[in-house]
Nanobody
Framework: QVQLVESGGGLVQAGGSLRLSCADS????????MGWFRQAPGKEREFVAI????????RYVDSVKGRFTISRDNAKNTVYLQMNSLKPEDTAVYYC?????????????????WGQGTQVTVSS
């Protein structure tokens, strides 16, 4: 069974960096599409970045392109989100998610497994 655990969130000043990690402590996610989503208070959960099982394909929401990088290490069953040049509008709870299959869907409704979330707060 897939059990996702995020870590790496925290408080950072604008312009700073954080790296989020998502480890699967249950089964293996090496053949799953993995994604990062975020949800700010009063807002819908939104797609941030997703990566194919091989790591060869990625997609990003426009607002983070050039600043965030998603990667994965299948040997460690871990996915990462490197976040640079952070802005106050990046403040949210960040969730890791996994889905079966090869298609890189950006809708959170397509994902079967979720972590508990990690808070990222960017101060101005």
């Amino acid at each position: 069974q897939v059990q996702l655990v995020e870590s790496g969130g925290g408080l950072v000043q604008a312009g700073g960096s954080l790296r989020l990690s998502c480890a699967d402590s249950g089964s293996t996610v090496s053949t799953y599409v993995m994604g990062w989503f975020r949800q700010a208070p009063g807002k819908e959960r939104e797609f941030v970045a997703i990566i194919s099982w091989s790591g060869s394909s990625t997609r990003y929401v426009d607002s983070v392109k050039g600043r965030f990088t998603i990667s994965r290490d299948n040997a460690k069953n871990t996915v990462y989100l490197q976040m640079n040049s952070l802005k106050p509008e990046d403040t949210a709870v960040y969730y890791c998610a996994a889905k079966d299959g090869d298609l890189l869907f950006t809708s959170h409704k397509s994902y079967d497994y979720w972590g508990q979330g990690t808070q990222v707060t960017v101060s101005s």
